[in-house]
């Protein structure tokens, strides 16, 4: 098993910038891909970006592209959301989510999400 608990959501206004964290643990060396996704009200839950959790190859949403950036610290066993320029369009749940499979688009471990709210 794994656990994931995100951290760093809250209230910013629009420009401004927040830095997700998602902290794993447990069976780490199980994962292979570590992603965030997000889930505004009403609206189905939308990938965000993922990375390699040993290599670091990264891939962004096009929604974030040039926005957001996803990082990792593997000593840290953690994986990071940058996200700069923000819109309130990206007012939504954040949640980490981690996959045992590069290849595959499911994931198997979910964190309890973490609130980002952008005002106008």
């Known amino acids: 098993q794994v656990q994931l608990v995100e951290s760093g959501g809250g209230l910013v206004q629009a420009g401004g910038s927040l830095r997700l964290s998602c902290a794993a643990s447990g069976s780490i060396f199980s994962i292979n891909k570590m992603g965030w996704f997000r889930q505004a009200p009403g609206k189905e839950r939308e990938f965000v970006a993922h990375?390699?959790?040993?290599?670091?190859?990264?891939y962004h949403a096009d929604s974030v592209k040039g926005r957001f950036t996803i990082s990792r610290d593997n000593a840290k066993n953690t994986v990071y959301l940058q996200m700069n320029s923000l819109k309130p369009e990206d007012t939504a749940v954040y949640y980490c989510?981690?996959?045992?499979?590069?290849?595959?688009?499911?994931?198997?471990?979910w964190g309890q999400g973490t609130q980002v709210t952008v005002s106008s």
């Open positions: 989510a981690a996959a045992q499979r590069w290849e595959s688009s499911r994931y198997n471990y």
């Open positions: 990375i390699s959790w040993s290599g670091g190859s990264t």
